[in-house]
Structure formats: C-alpha cells, structure tokens
C-alpha cells in the first residue's frame, strides 16, 4: 500500500521511498520513521497516535530476538 503519512514524531510527510526506513502501528495503521520510534521508546511504551501498548516488544524484535506471544507476562 503507498506510504502517505505523517511523522508524529518529527511532523515531516513520509512517503512511499520511506518505507524501509519506516515502522506502522499495527493497530491504528500509523507510520513513523524508525528512527524517530526508537527515540519515543527511550520514554514510552505506547503508540503516540492510539495508545496501544503494541510497541513493548519493539526493541526486541528489532534486534531480532524471539519474543513468545503467548506468554501470560504481554
């Protein structure tokens, strides 16, 4: 799907040619640059946009580190 959001972090307009260097909100559909999302999650856990608490496992699986979805402690 094109890329037409913009960064709640840095507020610049992503666009298709950004996609790998970007991450979605897998519930609210919201793009952010990666490297913005890595500064956010320095203080918080939550997506910026809808609050989902989706991104508690974002720096493990992004170091490429198993994370067991049904463990009791998500």
């Known amino acids: ?5 913009v960064c709640t972090f840095c ?3 992503m666009n298709d040619q950004e996609i ?4 979605c ?6 793009s952010y640059h990666s490297e913005c999302m890595d500064i ?5 856990l939550r997506c910026s946009v809808c609050s989902s608490d989706i991104w508690k496992h974002y ?3 992004k170091s490429g580190e198993a994370v067991n979805m ?5």
């Open 1 to 5: 799907t094109p890329l037409d959001d």
């Open 11 to 13: 507020y610049d307009q």
């Open 20 to 23: 790998p260097q970007s991450v």
């Open 25 to 30: 909100c897998p519930t609210c559909k919201h």
């Open 40 to 44: 956010w999650l320095e203080n918080y």
């Open 59 to 61: 720096k493990v699986v």
């Open 70 to 74: 049904n463990s009791k402690e998500l």
